[in-house]
Nanobody, 114 residues
Framework: QVQLVESGGGLVQAGGSLRLSCSAS???????MGWYRQAPGKQRELVAV???????NYADSVKGRFTISRDNAKNTVYLQMNSLKPEDTAVYYC?????????WGQGTQVTVSS
């Protein structure tokens, strides 16, 4: 069992930046780590993912603005979010996945004001 705790959310003006962190209770080195978000009335969607081999993939809506990174030594994954837009407002969730294992954090709210 891996527990994930997100932090770093908050209120920011459009054009601003935030960095989200996801701290895991155990080693994340073998997991594919991802950030997802869910806006009110919408389905949860993938934002960015990094594999255990450190390749990355992004939703088209965040390419060029968001960067996912991982520090396996600290069991932490980050999401650097720049040039934030009001449509980025959502609860952001951290996910760790490998084979049948699929863990989620509780989420952190990101609100972008126009």
């Amino acid at each position: 069992q891996v527990q994930l705790v997100e932090s770093g959310g908050g209120l920011v003006q459009a054009g601003g930046s935030l960095r989200l962190s996801c701290s895991a209770s155990g080693s994340i080195s073998i997991f594919t780590m991802g950030w997802y978000r869910q806006a009110p009335g919408k389905q949860r969607e993938l934002v960015a993912v990094t594999t255990s081999g450190t390749s990355t993939n992004y939703a088209d809506s965040v390419k060029g603005r968001f960067t996912i990174s991982r520090d396996n030594a600290k069991n932490t994954v980050y999401l650097q979010m720049n040039s934030l837009k009001p449509e980025d407002t959502a609860v952001y969730y951290c996910n760790a996945r490998r084979w049948q294992f699929d863990y989620w954090g509780q989420g952190t709210q990101v609100t972008v004001s126009s």
